[in-house]
């Protein structure tokens, strides 16, 4: 555990938070945070799109980051052994696969932006900061299964979302 200068009800941080997110700040900006933008992304390229930066964004809700934050700051939200790999232009996680983000959720604070895109078909959540991918990892499936549950809350028509949830019920 590390102990965090930035939290103020100064709880211990998981050492496997503390790397995903690569700083005790990126921690604190979301765990204070009180809204979060969550939006819904296409590929602009591909198939398979070959960067982060090749989404296009769609149908942005902001919605009160207390859910979220907390299911992010969760050890038991990512299956830790598998760790994320990027050769800076093509994401590749250690199954092999080369995630296809659909949803995307960005802190903002001041002039700073945190994001963590979610690919729920590999389960996959990469967290990048102004552009520049900083970690990510596997998510659990219990972990995948509360954050479909959260996204389905904010977009109940998306049917990607509902085609995941019904794959997460059948697992």
């Not at 398979?48 to 090749?54: A, G, M, N």
Request: proline residues 6%; aromatic residues 8%; glycine residues 8%.
């Amino acid at each position: 555990m590390v102990r965090s200068a930035y939290c103020h009800d100064d709880l211990d941080l998981p050492a496997n938070l503390l790397e995903l997110f690569g700083n005790e700040e990126r921690l604190s900006q979301i765990k204070e945070a009180e809204t979060v933008a969550v939006c819904l992304l296409h590929p602009t390229s591909g198939p398979p799109p070959r960067s982060i930066r090749d989404y296009q964004e769609s149908e942005s809700k902001t919605i009160s980051a207390g859910p979220l934050a907390k299911l992010l700051l969760d050890e038991s939200t990512y299956d830790w052994p598998k760790k994320y790999l990027s050769d800076g232009a093509i994401s590749i996680t250690k199954k092999g696969c080369v995630p296809v983000y659909h949803v995307r959720a960005k802190f903002q604070h001041a002039s700073r932006s945190i994001e963590v895109s979610f690919c729920l078909g590999c389960l996959d959540a990469l967290v990048v900061e102004e552009g520049k991918i900083v970690n990510g990892s596997t998510l659990s499936m219990s972990g995948a299964g509360k954050l479909l549950g959260l996204f389905l809350e904010v977009f109940p028509e998306d049917p990607l979302l509902k085609r995941g949830m019904e794959l997460y019920k059948s697992r």
